[in-house]
């Protein structure tokens, strides 16, 4: 696609970048397995509660006492089989044509 869309020498836009969907696929396969931020801390300020996550079923609220630290792995996140399917550990840049 690049090489259709640039040749061997040419300097892209901001609008060939913008065309070039597979290589806007393989961008962001890259950064769904390889996050530039894998994990993200968080503490709450205040009391509060998640509105989900909690009970058997993970659909009940969970409280947040204030000064509680929050972890959020967007590595683990993106590698959901629920969200990306069975081969949620393979690179397949492919998958974004259907998101």
Do not use: E, W
């Given at each position: 696609e690049v090489l259709e869309r640039l040749g061997p020498n040419g300097k892209p836009t901001y609008t060939d970048l913008k065309e070039m969907r597979y290589l806007q696929h393989v961008i962001n396969e890259t950064?769904?397995?390889?996050?530039?931020?894998?994990?993200?801390?968080?503490?709450?300020?205040?009391?509060?509660?998640?509105?989900?996550?909690?009970?058997?079923d993970g659909l009940d609220p969970v409280g947040m006492p204030k000064n509680?630290?929050?972890?959020?792995?967007?590595?683990?996140?993106?590698?959901r089989e629920d969200l990306f399917g069975p081969d949620a550990d393979k690179f397949d840049p492919d998958r974004w044509e259907k998101w």
């Open positions: 950064l769904r397995l390889y996050p530039a931020i894998p994990f993200n801390l968080r503490r709450s300020l205040k009391d509060t509660y998640l509105p989900r996550g909690g009970g058997p509680t630290i929050f972890l959020c792995s967007s590595l683990t996140l993106q590698r």
